[in-house]
């Protein structure tokens, strides 16, 4: 073959070769997927948290040209999930959606867990944070915090606050106020939301701490009052609720926040490449508009801000579960 020829031929091979390797998604360009990846969601499908993880795994999958499936594993305060992720093969093929209590509340409420979160989880990125809002059954007489603090006062221990359970995020959020305020109130511990919410309505107790998006439509029909959101925040969603602290009561903040996580010894390239994907996919407007209607900031962030952040919760809710000696087997 001519010489010309051959080295034009050599170089047209050479840029279609280019061509093909940058035209690759980017998380996959170097063979990580080869194939389907798995997110474990530690809730029943349907809620806020598992459309998140499923708008999370479409894009990651769009960037990776392999699927991201969505596996739920409800249970446990987390546990259930979080326990078959740490027993995962550390090789980027299964990931956990986990959450605050995953991470900085379980450790410290729970006497013995299956996992321990700094020995078996290597953090990817911040997903979202959901604040919660305090509200109380309608028929009670305080509609705001400088009312609702006297009330509870003149119960003299008899005002009864539900929970979806013992030691999760949400009881521990009523019990920071209490702490915080400095009431004395009854816990009434629930298998689920569902039964606490039923629960305030019914009047059986007369407050709750729970995410937005549960409660929002009983707010907005009238048969929840919310007292304020007990985060940094006014929510989008709720827009004429206060924060506690524009009430008076600052540094009452529980939010619930989500990470992606990875089983602890899955390679440190596969990882930075998920977080570089994972912050690709939050910046999005129409998905951050999306969620903020769900009572939902989306969030991202280094690794290493996870584990700041869960060392920060930690602090937090240790103070609250030594004061009243919240402990689980």
């Known amino acids: 073959m001519n010489p010309i020829v051959s080295g034009m031929v050599r170089c047209a091979l050479s840029a279609c070769a280019a061509s093909a390797f940058t035209s690759l998604p980017a998380l996959a360009a170097d063979g ?23 708008n999370l795994a479409e894009r990651l999958g769009k960037a990776s040209g392999q699927a991201f499936i969505v596996e739920n594993k409800p249970g446990g305060n987390t546990i259930v999930a979080a326990t078959a992720v740490a027993r995962a093969p550390a090789d980027g093929y299964t990931l956990m959606l986990a959450s605050s209590a995953s991470l900085a509340v379980n450790p410290l409420v729970y006497k013995s867990l299956a996992y321990d979160p700094e020995r078996d989880f290597a953090p990817v990125s ?123 009561l600052f540094g009452v903040d529980a939010t619930v926040w989500f990470a992606l996580v990875a089983p602890k010894a899955t390679p440190a390239a596969i990882v930075e490449r ?21 009572a939902m900031e989306l969030e991202s962030s280094t690794p290493r801000e996870v584990w700041s952040l869960t060392a920060k919760e930690r602090v937090k809710w240790s103070a609250v579960v030594k004061k009243y000696d919240i402990k689980l087997d």
């Open 32 to 54: 990580y997927p080869a194939k389907a990846v798995k997110i474990v969601v530690p809730y029943a499908p349907g809620g806020p948290v598992d459309q998140l993880a499923r």
């Open 274 to 294: 998920l977080n570089g994907e994972v912050v690709k996919a939050l910046d999005d407007a129409a998905l951050k508009t999306r969620f903020s209607d769900l």
């Open 126 to 248: 911040m997903l979202a944070r959901a604040p919660l809002v305090m509200v109380v059954n309608a028929a009670t007489p305080a509609k705001n915090l400088k009312e609702l603090v006297p009330h509870i006062r003149s119960q003299n221990g008899r005002f009864a606050y539900a929970s979806n359970g013992n030691g999760n995020p949400l009881h521990l959020a009523c019990a920071l106020f209490g702490s915080m305020a400095n009431v004395e109130m009854l816990h009434v511990p629930y298998n689920g939301t569902a039964p606490a919410l039923a629960s305030v309505l019914g009047g059986d107790t007369q407050m709750t701490c729970d995410i937005v998006l549960n409660s929002m439509p009983q707010i907005k029909a009238g048969k929840l009052h919310p007292i304020g959101i007990v985060g940094p925040r006014r929510v989008a969603a709720l827009p004429n609720v206060p924060t506690l602290g524009e009430e008076g």
